[in-house]
């Protein structure tokens, strides 16, 4: 560029010269006169000037754009740091001590307990109250706010999966600075279960209601108590075919992420229920019986009969390994041994046994030893009802 300006500035300073030459002679020569004009259009000079014009255009340009954007980046920066913090966002506090959050959690209805999944169904109503002396007005009514326009304990539930609201996010906003929030969910929430003693057991469902990233040294949770009592509960009857109510409890209790962490604020609601099992007896235990009972037939039937023998043990042996495929889904998928899984375990060993017994008297007979297979038999008749009764006491009694 600086290359380019001293090379035209060269040619004008020849032409400025010339032209000083024809000013001297009063332009008493023309010819001298053409020469200058012309030496004025050559066109290598003509190049170097538009180039050293345009040149200098798109740098000024630059200059002006950078100018420009320094001067946002700047304005905007200012406006940043110069925006105060809006004060109903700050969390309520006198002395820096914990902001009191009143909670009312109230289940409306649990739709279903998963057992192979681990998870629950439940619609629940949730309530929570704090004042805010910011928020006061002079009414006479409360006003609605969006809950994101306010300071607000930002409640979740523990172990939620999935989670449909029934009522706008906003907040109820009373004259004296009482912030309502109300909100109505359902929702599928996990729930680790006990099954050992599946499908005779007891299994606790809670809902751990926290105030996400706040501590307890920030926020005391504590019972919503109205003018009608507490706000905490469970309605009188559930939906739940397969389960019986039997307790439930309600309380302020921090919830620890790790062991040693500080605790998040949070609030606890407990629903003790007991399973019915009907349903597992109808679908599982008798059907599984049946398939036993249908082993030990052979040993009514004469030891002759080698094709029938084996191929009633066989047809045992065959329904109940299809009959267990078409239960799994009704069994919890957990990785200890339940009672259920006992019993099934056990009740497939009898099963295997009679098919191992039946090819054994075959053997048995064609080796001249029918006296001692016809013994067996006669022994079996009585031993596999007492082994199907011991079953059923070791798998669910014991």
Same mark, same amino acid.
């Given at each position: ?18 032209? *000083? ?7 008493? &020569? ?14 290598? +000079?003509?190049?170097?000037? /538009? ?12 200059e002006n754009t950078v100018s420009a ?35 009312? $959690? ?25 004042? &805010? ?22 409640? %979740? *539930?523990?172990?939620?999966?999935? /989670?449909?609201? #029934? ?17 109505? *969910? ?32 920030? +926020?005391? *949770?504590?019972? /919503? ?20 109510? $039997? ?44 398939? $036993?009972?249908?082993s030990w037939l052979p040993r009514w ?7 029938? &023998?084996?191929?009633?043990? %066989? #047809? ?22 339940? =009672? ?20 054994? &008297? ?7 030893? =029918?006296?001692?297979?016809? %013994? ?10 007492? /082994? ?11």
């Amino acid at each position: 560029m600086d290359a380019i300006a001293l090379l035209v500035a060269h040619h004008l300073r020849i032409l400025a010269d010339e032209a *000083i030459a024809v000013s001297h002679s009063r332009m008493r &020569n023309p010819q001298l006169l053409g020469h200058v004009i012309a030496m004025s259009f050559r066109p290598p +000079v003509l190049v170097f000037a /538009l180039l050293v014009l345009s040149l200098g255009s798109a740098e000024a340009q630059m200059e002006n754009t950078v100018s420009a954007d320094a001067g946002a980046v700047d304005a905007s920066t200012s406006s940043v740091i110069l925006e105060e913090p809006k004060p109903e966002l700050a969390r309520p506090t006198a002395w820096g001590e914990p902001t009191e959050v009143q909670i009312g $959690v109230y289940v409306i209805d649990v739709d279903e307990v998963n057992s192979a999944d681990q998870s629950f169904a439940a619609s629940v109503y949730l309530e929570a109250r704090w004042n &805010n002396p910011v928020l006061e007005h002079e009414g006479p009514g409360p006003k609605l706010r969006n809950l994101t326009e306010v300071w607000n304990p930002r409640l %979740t *539930i523990i172990g939620q999966q999935m /989670l449909w609201r #029934s009522y706008p996010e906003s907040v109820e906003i009373r004259p004296d600075g009482t912030v309502v929030y109300r909100q109505k *969910i359902w929702g599928r929430f996990s729930q680790p279960l006990t099954l050992q003693d599946f499908p005779f057991d007891d299994q606790e469902l809670t809902l751990h209601v926290v105030a996400a990233g706040l501590l307890q040294d920030d +926020v005391k *949770i504590v019972p /919503l108590v109205t003018e009608t009592g507490t706000s905490s509960g469970i309605a009188e009857h559930f939906s739940l075919p397969d389960f019986d109510v $039997v307790s439930t409890e309600s309380m302020p209790k921090p919830y620890y992420p790790r062991e040693g962490h500080p605790g998040v604020a949070g609030y606890l609601l407990r629903i003790t229920i007991e399973r019915q099992p009907t349903y597992f007896i109808l679908k599982v235990i008798i059907p599984l019986c049946l398939i $036993v009972i249908m082993s030990w037939l052979p040993r009514w039937i004469a030891l002759d009969e080698i094709g029938t &023998n084996i191929g009633i043990s %066989t #047809s045992a042996f065959l329904t109940l390994v299809a009959y267990l495929f078409a239960i799994t889904v009704l069994l919890p998928r957990v990785s200890y041994v339940t =009672r259920m899984d006992r019993f099934i375990l056990l009740s497939t060993l009898i099963v295997f046994a009679g098919l191992i017994q039946s090819t054994w &008297n075959t053997v048995m007979i064609r080796e001249e030893k =029918r006296d001692l297979a016809d %013994t067996v038999r006669r022994w079996s008749r009585v031993l596999y009802p007492l /082994l199907l009764i011991g079953v059923l006491v070791y798998s669910f009694m014991l």
